[in-house]
């Protein structure tokens, strides 16, 4: 049971790190989410009040 | 099938693959005679090196597509590649370093294997270093295509090594006589469930990643968009 320490020590890191990696992975993925989300609603808006005929417009008549 | 699903169902994959091999790893496989419990070590480190040479390979790949084809696609690819092969890269090391210390009396020495790990991994350092001050640039893009393409020249030269240079780092999957240096069936068994497992996390952090960047580059498409949509909609 001599160096148990060490085989401890290389195995609490390699998981260690790959879960990290992964949260970070994780964490990143939702904002970018959030942000895309943000963003192809604000399109939208604009899209809507430019051409009111290809979406209210066009649904009401 | 969606590709949250497959994401989803990969990583469950990975969990199972996982538990698996660090079953064998504790419970299954006997004792080395030789380096005693540390030994273990080998079962996990083996495969960080094979998935971190795996994603040095497809950088070059991606490389190669991105310069041919010129399709953000491969360029997305390549950098999600380099970043994983990166991390395992730093796990072969650190691993390789503990595992050194009780074995041969030093965390670190200048063998041929080591260094030229260690040089595979600084060259891939400098890789995520040029793509993340090159920014969003296309020439960043080309550039790190060409750095991706020939750091990869070093991942033979790192396997080869312990053939080709004296040198103290066992070679324990082909050695220097021919054949392998695993003496038990269980050993084999359990480095083979670890490569499968590692395989695995490999292709569903690849995927993550990838589909991070691609969220990222439709975000800078949409962005752009959204510019030139507000500067037609001003009076």
Redesign the interface.
């Known amino acids: 049971m001599d160096n148990l320490g060490y085989l401890f020590a290389a195995y609490t890191i390699i998981f260690v790190v790959i879960f990290g990696y992964v949260l970070f992975i994780w964490r990143r993925q939702a904002a970018l989410e959030a942000e895309l989300q943000s963003l192809e609603s604000r399109l939208a808006s604009l899209d809507s009040n430019a051409n009111p005929s290809r979406t209210g417009g066009a649904r009401q008549s | 099938m969606n590709g949250r699903a497959i994401r989803i169902g990969l990583g469950v994959l990975v969990l199972a693959l996982m538990l698996a091999a660090l079953y064998m790893v504790f419970v299954v496989v006997p004792t080395e005679a030789d380096q005693?419990?540390?030994q273990?070590?080998f079962y996990?480190?083996v495969p960080?090196a094979w998935v971190a040479f795996a994603s040095f390979a497809l950088v070059a790949v991606a490389g190669i597509f991105y310069l041919w084809l010129g399709d953000q696609v491969w360029d997305d690819m390549g950098y999600a590649a380099a970043e994983v092969g990166t991390?395992f890269c730093?796990?072969v090391l650190?691993?390789g370093s503990?595992?050194a210390?009780?074995i041969w009396g030093a965390w670190w020495t200048w063998d041929s294997r080591l260094t030229t790990t260690l040089i595979l991994f600084l060259l891939y350092c400098g890789y995520l270093m040029l793509r993340s001050m090159a920014g969003d640039s296309e020439q960043g893009a080309r550039f790190g295509a060409v750095v991706g393409i020939v750091a990869a020249i070093d991942v033979p030269i790192v396997i080869v090594s312990v053939r080709l240079w004296r040198t103290i780092h066992p070679a324990v999957l082909v050695t220097r006589q021919g054949g392998h240096g695993l003496e038990d069936p269980r050993m084999v068994a359990t480095l083979l469930v670890a490569l499968a497992a590692f395989t695995a996390?490999f292709i569903w952090?690849l995927c993550?990643?990838f589909?991070?960047l691609r969220?990222?580059t439709?975000?800078r498409t949409?962005?752009g968009?959204?510019a030139m949509?507000?500067l037609?909609?001003q009076p």
């Open positions: 005693g419990i540390v273990r070590i996990f480190h960080c991390i730093g796990l650190i691993t503990i595992w210390k009780p996390l952090i993550l990643r589909v991070t969220m990222r439709r975000l949409l962005a968009s959204l949509a507000e037609a909609d």
